[in-house]
């Protein structure tokens, strides 16, 4: 019988050897060895998130310390694009500590690091990545969330909701908007007719969020949206309030 290793354990030597493996044609003088090691020595002890980001850090110290030239090796390790809503955290959970590296060094490099959580939501998730730069520069993360909510790429238009959740689960709180939601309602706006099953159960989790937050606001939108011909629009309020039931 073959051994199964948990999630946790899988961020440890072997994915430094993978990501050795990916790194090295691009950037030769990555030091293979030492970063294999420190990986291997480094994760004993810590939890899964943390393991995550012990990785990024080790990628900090064995790459480039200029961003630009840093996230421009990392992006170039990526595969194909993903083509199904899923298997983000199947066949791409790899790509993990290169999103909390962004989320750790690239906050003083806002379109380059913009650009980098796009390429790598559309193989795993910059769902987290994204959410220290809406805080640091929320005008233009919402400018740009609006832009991917418009996008033909399924993964950039959920990425357009499922980064603004306020109680986004594995996160903490988003509490930018809290108080006046309405530009992030803009956005979801956008996505309430979306037919793609993955953008739906995003907005609709995410305004389960927001009934939570700000209830009487998101009250008033679902609402409105329950009147709607749409049958993607009545999924997403009933998903939205299957938890939480909006007063009548």
Known sequence: MTQRISITEQFGKSLAILLAEKILPVYPDFDRPSFIKAVDEGVIGKTYTQRIIYIAEQLFEHLPKDFAKAIKILIATLEEENPNETGMFTHYWWIMPIAK????????HYDLSISAIAEITKRNTGEYAIRPFIRKYPDKCLQQMEVWAKSDNFHLRRLASEGLRPKLPWSTKLDTFSNNPEPVFQILEILRDDEIMFVKKSVGNHLTDWLKV?????????EKWQKSDSKHTK?????????????S
Do not use: C, H, P, S
């Open 101 to 108: 590296y962004v989320e750790l060094y690239g906050i003083d």
């Open 235 to 247: 999924w997403i309020v009933k998903r939205a309030t299957r938890k939480i039931a909006i007063d």
């Open 214 to 222: 700000n209830y009487q606001l998101t009250k008033e939108l679902l």
